[in-house]
């Protein structure tokens, strides 16, 4: 998948220059030793995600449990040595990934770290509940939080000093008894430092003395300075409880003052040599130490060896891979990643730049992925086009003199297309069948399997829904238990009945009828067309518009009907026009046999036409993929108008 990302990058960079020569390649990096054998910076460090638990307490930041799988499956192909799924004792969804992770193969499972706390005050760590789910999630590995502010012990936990040690040490030692690997999160340890350094040693000690495998040091408020930071770690990885018991001092960071990626640095420069972090410092209020500047500047700027299998080069697509499940726009300035990290633009940078491509960039973009963009080079633009075009295997007849020209000229168009498509917010990092299709749709003689001729879709809902007024549509509607919520508490899910309906039409030309072709094998490429009208009830009109497409499809390709739409989201591409800006939409689809996906990208200012065309693309390439017809129809292609797009 990250490849295919990478391809997909290529394809949307298609305007970039050739890839400048800058910088000499990251260190081949051996593999580190096991946390457990102490891991100390800055010759070394292991890499500790936590986007999957840290970065979800971000402000608008949600995921599915089929987006935290995708992610964390990601995030282990890209070589994390931990992955932090969530906090199994905390809610059902946490509960229900690691459930599904228990499954997994040990590639997976032997990274995956559940979160959770330690065991409650005044209570036997066998008794504590929250304890006893972390046991359960089957994760072999448990990173503890637990308080390192003296006068947070006291005042927030209301516990004696001691007592807050041993919530620390029963937990931990229990734990590792149950043949767990256990890291502990310090919890204001910096700031705790700055209140007693003695309390913050006997919290390392107790730490040690029970079997951490790792202690992490937490700016939990961010507000550490990066020459402090570095001195209390320094302390830290020296203490001769640590160095005694071969830990693992591990660094996480908050941005409350800008500083995550530099403390985050300063740590693995004073010895830590374990670094926490959010794929593009995604997390509570100013985010978290963003991992993917972290990888980059550990690996090319401070020679630091990262795990066997981490590549810088895979550090772009990972971003934009996590930004498109968490439906984020990416941002462009973000280092070494965004799409304008190596941009230049205009006058005299540009001149220095064709002379030498040192003169305005740190690195080579290439090292992480990333392509240097600037005046736009048609030709080499044209050439990915040619090259993508001949991949995809719709290159033309090669024996023909003029078919050079022909290539030429569908790169030219797909390039304009491009930019075109580009300049009204459509993206494909997240669409490699919307890219596959615009690319089938610029070749002569290409023939979709089927047009759509028409199509409608309505809405209808007795009261409205805003989440004021549910009580009072739950009174009117006298549904479910009085008094209560409109949301059914037994099922957790909105009341049948009570949703707006929708109901759409829509108007289909397919080209091939199954059986037609099935009866004749010797049939002679022309094409049959048949029409067909369905129409169909949903729960909001892009599901209904799903079903009744789905039914007008599946009598000529039975193969739909295992196909499935399984994610949707939508964009609102000028938040300052608000209902009259563009929505862009990413349709997910599946089969489900193969359980294999691809998605879809659509750009309109009316949602419903964004969601029918991703939709239609979805089923097309379903087709175009995984049912063997000719896409190539010379006989009737010019009869048949496909909207060509030039
Ligand atoms: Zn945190």
Not at 290 to 298: C, F, H, K, Q
């Amino acid at each position: 998948m990250l490849q295919l990302q990478l391809l997909i990058l290529g394809l949307c960079c298609a305007l970039s220059s050739p890839l400048s020569t800058v910088s000499k390649s990251p260190s081949r990096l051996k593999n580190p030793a096991e946390a457990s054998a102490r891991v100390v910076g800055p010759k070394q460090a292991l890499i500790y995600d936590t986007t999957l638990r840290d970065g979800t307490q971000g402000e608008g930041i949600s995921m599915s449990v089929e987006d935290k799988l995708s992610v964390f499956d990601q995030l282990v192909k890209f070589g994390f040595d931990y992955v932090e799924g969530g906090w199994p004792g905390s809610n059902p969804k946490d509960k229900d990934f690691f459930a599904r992770c228990a499954s997994m193969e040990d590639t997976h499972r032997d990274k995956l770290v559940a979160f959770g706390s330690t065991r409650r005050k005044f209570t036997k760590v066998e008794d504590d509940k929250q304890v006893e789910a972390l046991i359960t999630s089957g994760a072999r590995s448990v990173c503890l939080v637990g308080k390192a502010s003296l006068s947070q012990v006291e005042n927030i936990l209301g516990a004696t000093p001691e007592e807050g040690l041993l919530m620390i040490s029963d937990t931990v030692s229990y734990l590792v008894s149950k043949n767990i690997k256990v890291f502990v999160d310090l919890e204001h340890y910096f700031d705790g430092y700055l209140e007693s350094p003695d309390y913050a040693s006997r919290l390392v000690e107790a730490c040690c003395s029970s079997g951490a495998s790792a202690i992490v040091l937490c700016d939990t408020n961010g507000g550490t300075l990066p020459w402090e930071l570095e001195t209390f770690t320094k302390t830290a990885v020296s203490h001769p409880s640590v160095v005694e018991n071969k830990v693992t001092v591990g660094v996480h960071c908050h941005n409350d003052i800008g500083m995550a990626v530099a403390n985050s640095l300063a740590a693995v420069k004073g010895g830590a040599g374990l670094v926490q972090g959010c794929v593009n410092g995604v997390g509570e209020r100013t985010g978290n130490a963003d991992i993917v500047s972290i990888i980059g500047t550990l690996a090319l700027k401070m020679g630091t060896q990262l795990s066997e299998g981490v590549e810088t080069e895979n550090l772009t697509s990972l971003s934009r891979f996590v930004d498109e499940v968490l439906n984020r726009a990416p941002d462009q300035a973000q280092p070494y990643v965004g799409s304008a990290a190596f941009a230049h633009k205009g006058g005299l940078h540009v001149s220095a730049m064709e002379k030498d491509p040192t003169s305005y960039q740190h690195i080579d973009p290439a090292l992480v992925g990333n392509v240097r963009r600037t005046v736009v080079s048609e030709l080499s633009g044209r050439m990915n086009i040619v090259k993508r075009l001949q991949e995809i295997g719709v290159d033309g007849n090669e024996d023909e003199p003029d078919n050079k020209d022909w290539l030429n000229e569908r790169a030219t168009a797909i390039l304009t297309r491009v930019k075109k498509l580009e300049s009204i917010g459509y993206t494909f990092e997240g669409a490699d069948a919307s890219v596959k299709l615009m690319m089938l749709h610029a070749t002569k003689r290409y023939c979709p399997p089927f047009r759509v001729l028409d199509y409608s879709a309505t809405v209808w809902d007795q009261f409205i829904d805003s989440a004021s007024r549910v009580l009072y549509k739950k009174k009117k509607t006298g549904g479910g238990t009085p008094g209560k919520w409109g949301v059914n508490a037994a099922s957790d899910s909105l009341d049948e009945g009570e949703r707006a309906t929708a109901r759409a039409t829509v108007k289909v030309q397919s080209l091939y009828e199954r059986d037609w072709i099935a009866d004749d094998p010797e049939h002679d490429g022309s094409v049959e067309k048949i029409e067909r009208l369905e129409v169909a009830d949903g729960n909001g009109p892009v599901d209904a518009l799903a079903l009744a497409l789905k039914r007008a499809l599946v009598p000529s390709y039975p193969f739909l009907s295992k196909v499935q739409l399984t994610d949707y989201k939508v964009r609102i591409l000028d938040n300052e026009a608000a209902t009259e800006a563009a929505t862009r939409v990413l349709i997910e689809f599946t089969e489900t046999e193969t359980n294999r996906k691809w998605n879809t990208v659509s750009v309109d200012r009316n949602v419903i036409s964004a969601s029918l065309n991703a939709l239609v693309d979805g089923y097309e390439y379903a087709l175009l993929e995984h049912e063997t017809f000719c896409m190539l129809c010379p006989a009737d292609y010019d009869e048949i108008d496909i909207g060509g797009w030039e």
